[in-house]
């Protein structure tokens, strides 16, 4: 009898979750309009058919393989992503972006002032520029919105 693992846990929730934001984009938020295009439930339907063949594909890796491996690189990443969530909170969701770049490309990646700072420059600059103004999304301003 197959022993079932964390391996095969977590991309069976991931799953789960990917039907229920497809369902709820293309029923409940809506798809397509087929007078004025995309509707509001268009990009969430597209991350989360992503999101459903990714986590397939490594349920079925994961029914390959014979013991489950956790690499102390594996929680590095889970870490990083609470922190950009809670720095979101904190500080807004643009700094904390510049800084989890920074300290990712500089500690974990290992590159020279120089690339870091321009990767990371370069990069919030067009999380801005797309998001903020051409899509005329509202960032999270954190604790810093009560300043401003």
Do not use: C, H
């Not at 991309?11 to 229920?20: D, E, Y």
Request: hydrophobic residues 60%.
């Amino acid at each position: 009898m197959m022993k079932i693992t964390v391996k095969q846990i977590f991309p069976g929730i991931l799953i789960i979750i990917s039907l229920f934001f497809i369902y709820e984009g293309i029923v409940n938020i809506g798809f397509w309009d087929g007078d004025n295009g995309p509707k509001g439930g268009f990009y969430p339907t597209i991350i989360a058919v992503v999101l459903l063949i990714g986590s397939i594909v490594s349920l079925m890796q994961s029914l390959k393989e014979d013991k489950a491996e956790f690499f102390r690189d594996d929680f590095k990443v889970i870490f990083a992503g609470a922190a950009i969530i809670a720095g979101a909170m904190l500080i807004g969701l643009l700094p904390s972006i510049a800084i989890y770049l920074i300290i990712w490309m500089k500690v974990i990646e290992k590159m020279s002032w120089k690339s870091t700072l321009i990767f990371a420059g370069a990069t919030t600059i067009i999380v801005y520029l797309v998001f903020g103004v051409w899509l005329a999304i509202q960032f999270p301003m954190g604790l810093l919105e009560n300043f401003l």
